[in-house]
């Protein structure tokens, strides 16, 4: 019973050393330690526990408009789910529409992403039909609503913005997951 755990220890040690070797090649330094309990330059609003509580498609706005499903939870468009594959392949869990209650308006990010590594639940807001001015202005008004409650584009919440010719680009969305990462992460100190 302890063997296993004594050669699972070791292979780790040895893939760390391995990495820390090439982050020295890489980086000309050593590699930021980060310690837990995480301290930060800015506390972000939404943390792990807050996702973990959350509740899938807690928007009342037009449930009919749910009618995609995909592992228990709904979406009402192709991109929402499109969106929440990508989250999924990044090994991140995703919840659709949860209720975020901001103080000066409600919202319900199209999917939420949980980062447990930066203990950081990230939104995100998914606006197709860009071409239509309705349907633009409607998008930007949710965007200020989301800046006047204090949010930061990056920090808190991503958006992707295509029009009804544009195919879903996923690596779009990857790019805007990981780049609120990075801007995270350069939120950490290190001691």
């Known amino acids: ?46 943390n792990s526990e807050f996702f973990k509580n959350a509740k899938i498609n807690s928007n009342t706005y037009k449930p009919e408009a749910l009618k995609i499903i995909y592992k228990g939870q709904k979406f009402r468009t192709k991109n929402e789910l499109s969106a929440a594959q990508v989250v999924e392949s990044l090994g991140y869990e995703y919840k ?16 939420s992403v949980n980062i447990p590594e930066l203990d950081l639940m990230l939104m995100s807001e998914i606006d197709g039909a ?17 800046f006047d409650d204090g949010f930061c584009e990056f920090k808190d919440i991503v958006f992707l913005r295509m ?6 680009d ?9 780049t609120a990462i990075e801007v995270n992460i350069n939120d950490l100190f290190t001691d």
């Open 170 to 178: 996923p690596e779009a969305y990857k790019t805007l997951i990981r």
């Open 1 to 46: 019973m302890i063997r296993p755990i004594i050669e699972e220890s070791m292979r780790l040690q040895s893939e760390l050393e391995y990495l820390e070797s090439k982050w020295r090649i890489e980086y000309n330094g050593e590699p930021r330690i980060i310690k837990y309990p995480l301290k930060r330059l800015r506390q972000p609003p939404y």
């Open 163 to 168: 029009t009804d010719s544009q195919v879903f």
């Open 96 to 111: 659709s529409e949860i209720h975020i209650a901001g103080d000066h308006y409600d919202h319900y990010p199209d999917v």
């Open 130 to 146: 860009m071409e239509r001015s309705n349907y633009k202005l409607k998008s930007i008004e949710r965007q200020y609503e989301y």
